[in-house]
């Protein structure tokens, strides 16, 4: 299977390639030319197997320049029980409220407790693999900036990942105490974590100009390294999520919830829309699903884009309880777009020149109509988020975080709307414990907010006593590993330093 950008059809690359690359060099993001077709015997194969065996069915599908033996090796190092808490590494929990089961995925019981441990833990293992066939022998450095999740998903999935070095920074005040201590403390021989004297926008560019200053890369190539990336527009970040949309259908047949074959409803919150495109390739696939329930916070661009076929940037960003959503450009947007204008790298490149120069584009009447019929916008702010948070924790006495409400707040105003009541499953893509004080003061409004992050924890347990994950409970007696801060113009140097190549 080859891969060409969603902005030159000409620009055609292997998987190997494309993982490796990460971004097409005119700006477009890579795709598969055609997505395989499962029919109901391969689906049938796939309910018999777990999570890793369904996993390596479909990498090897997608990633045919990888060998079973490498696929394999990648999945089993990546799913394992003890990163994941047990052999199924996203499972369902049917939780009912007013005599109705939602059926929650939680994509979140990996080692930083976020949904992008679904991608970011079998990553590293797909680009060491890709680099092998593409750039042999080079030690690939993966700079991050991050606002928070990314970056401490990122580190856990490349700490001590043979040729590779990751460099994280983040900005100095904008990341929550949990998260900032998530980092700091962060294990591993090649990994290192900076703080910066600069908000988020600030380590995003100082990182993009420290990948394009060629005395940098000329530096990092007679040390025999390369840059690479790990954001959430690499193909191999968007693979693996195909790949629990899938596992969660077979569950739900094997748990007798739906009939083979029966299609489903998926609800997604939304930032970046890689998670809810990778349902919309699943059903590419042939995975029977109805509807795509795009679910956004206050900064609802996704939603006017659904209603109106008008993609528009130019709004006020609201900073809210549910930050990994807090998102005006959704940049895999572009790859469904790609795929809707019917494989057109020349409408894409259009849509995307638009968005860059004017901040707005709108499709055509034809993709409106598509969109339309197969997604459905909605969205609520972070009282409705709360509220809901509230409601099901008091009626069915389960505690969600503040991503997932917005989902499960949307869903219900599609059902009230719509009155559709095919059986739906929802994305859950945080644990509770990792937003304590937004989840507290929404189950517990009352009670006097106690002063650190993980003494919210205790409190929030004490309340709910909903288990809280190892990973953040056993954070509490980890000591600081990394205290460096550095101006903005410092990270170069503090990049040489670090991979001590001045
Ligand atoms: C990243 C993130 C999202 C958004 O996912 P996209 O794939 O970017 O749409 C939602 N919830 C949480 C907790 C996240 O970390």
Redesign the pocket.
Known sequence: MLYNSTQNANEVVSSAQAISQGISKDGGLFVPQEFPKYDENTFRELLKTDYKGRAKKIFSDFLTDFTEDEISDCVENAYTSEKFGSENPAPINYCSIDGKCLNVLELWHGPTC???DMALQILPHLLTKSLKKTYDGKTAVILVATSG?TGKAALEGFKDVENTKIIVFYPVDGVSPMQKHQMDTQDGKNVRVCAIKGNFDDAQTGVKKIFTTKSVSDKLSAGNMLFSSAN?INWGRLLPQIVYYVSAYCDMVNDGKIEFGEKINVVV????????LASYYASLMGLPINKFICASNSNNVLTDFINTGVYDKNRNFFTTISP??DILVSSNLERLLYKLSGDSDNITREWMTALKTNGKYEVTDDVKAVIKDKFYGGYCDDLQTKSTINELFTKANYLCDT?TAVAINVYNQYVKETGDNTVSLIAS??SPYKFSRAVLEAVAPDCTLPETEFDMVDKLFEISNSPVPAPLANLKNKSSRFFDVTEVNGMESYVLGALEIE
């Open positions: 976020a949904f992008k999740d959430s919150p939304t930032g970046n829309f890689g998670n809810i990994s959503m991503h893509t945080a």
